[in-house]
């Protein structure tokens, strides 16, 4: 059984569950005994032990392994007693289910053979069941069991940025066959973005079943939109996923990255927190998403090589700016970079918790 930390969710409460956490709690935007943190890609290449136990198994095997997911979802709640796990996986996983041929390749990200970009293509891309991803449920079950009291938060990729590798073949700097798709033939995009909503939406339900807290829609690539093409194109999709998940009965997050002129919008789509990157203070995305909604976020990554005093102020500013909101999930802007070290983190979450105690 893993051990969990003081000052994670464990910690809250003598009776506490995952539902009574203060991350559940902050999601919802109800009073918590000090400001959750979490990290994303806090499972991954900053950890040694991540770093070994990964060692010869490709990134794919991997998510489909439900005893090393559960390894590798528990290394960083026992290291930095952080308020939540996040389900160790990778956002092409459901459309690896769905048919499609690809591979998570080292050092460049997911590759697909036969990209999308035709009717005809679209029509490969087949519905999931829940039978197609029985792996994510059976580690779901295996760390609800181990995490007690510490909240699980499952996650997949939003429509739009899953459409976005379907239709480049792999990670793209400027997105050019994307938004050429987009604009030069909308009826393809949207069946495209359809689908995949519909495989989304079936994948998180998966996880909500199995017994996830939590879910994150990542849009990562959401930020090389103009607000208008966001809206026409990818809005509607994303709304899919998140108002399909309206009665599930867990808090639903969304994420993108260089989304400043987009929050107000994403603020729409359906979910309870918006994630904020590291560009856009706080209390500024606050009223830029609008009221109601708990916000998560936004420590820049990089900041995590300064000095520690630099940290230090850097982390009580988040906090301060995070107030504003009706909740606050603290979390840095982006991904937990590789070369990041550990100690770090976890000084970072025992600063957060000590400083924001109510």
């Known amino acids: 059984m893993t051990t969990i930390m003081p000052g994670s969710a464990a910690q809250d409460g003598a009776h506490s569950t995952p539902a009574t956490s203060a991350f559940v709690r902050a999601c919802r ?3 918590v005994p000090h400001t959750p943190v979490w990290f994303m890609r806090q499972a991954g290449r900053s950890l040694p032990e991540y770093r070994e136990i990964r060692a010869g198994i490709p990134m794919l095997e991997s998510c489909r392994r439900p005893d090393l997911v559960c390894e590798i979802t528990l290394q960083p709640v026992r290291r930095h007693g952080v308020d939540a796990a996040i389900l160790f996986s990778d956002i092409v996983v459901p459309v690896a289910a769905a048919g ?7 050092g460049t990200g997911p590759v697909v053979a036969e990209p999308i970009r035709t009717a005809a293509d679209v029509q490969r891309l087949r519905p999931i069941t829940a039978a197609d991803v029985s792996f994510v449920d059976e580690a779901i079950r295996l760390l609800v069991a181990e995490l007690g009291a510490t909240p699980l938060i499952g996650f997949a990729g939003a429509p739009f940025t ?3 590798y379907l239709v480049e073949g792999g990670p793209s700097r400027n997105h050019v066959r994307t938004k050429a798709l987009m604009y030069g033939a909308p009826d393809v995009w949207h069946a495209l973005c359809g689908r995949l909503a519909e495989i989304t939406l079936e994948f998180l339900r998966v996880q909500i079943a199995a017994g996830v807290s939590a879910v994150q829609l990542f849009d990562s690539w959401a930020g090389a939109l103009s607000e208008a093409d966001y809206r026409q194109f990818v809005l509607p999709h994303s709304s899919a996923v998140l108002q399909g998940l309206a009665d599930a009965g867990v808090p639903r997050i969304h994420f993108g990255v260089g989304t400043a002129e987009l929050l107000g919008a994403m603020g729409e789509a359906g979910a309870d927190v918006v994630g904020v990157d590291w560009r856009t203070p706080l209390h500024v995305a ?3 998403i609008g009221a109601g909604k708990a916000v998560q976020g936004n420590l820049d990554p ?14 009580r500013r988040v906090l301060t700016e995070g107030r504003t909101a009706p909740g606050h999930v603290f979390n840095l802007g982006h991904g937990v970079l ?3 070290d550990p100690e770090v ?10 400083a924001s105690a109510r």
Do not use: K, Q
Request: glycine share 2%.
């Open 338 to 340: 590789p070369e990041t």
């Open 162 to 164: 899953l459409a976005s």
């Open 345 to 354: 983190l976890t000084r970072v979450v025992a600063l957060v918790h000590e």
């Open 302 to 315: 990089c900041l995590l090589f300064a000095p520690w005093p630099v940290i230090e102020t850097e982390v």
């Open 286 to 288: 606050t009223t830029r």
């Open 29 to 31: 935007g109800e009073p």
């Open 100 to 106: 499609i041929d690809l591979d998570i390749v080292p």
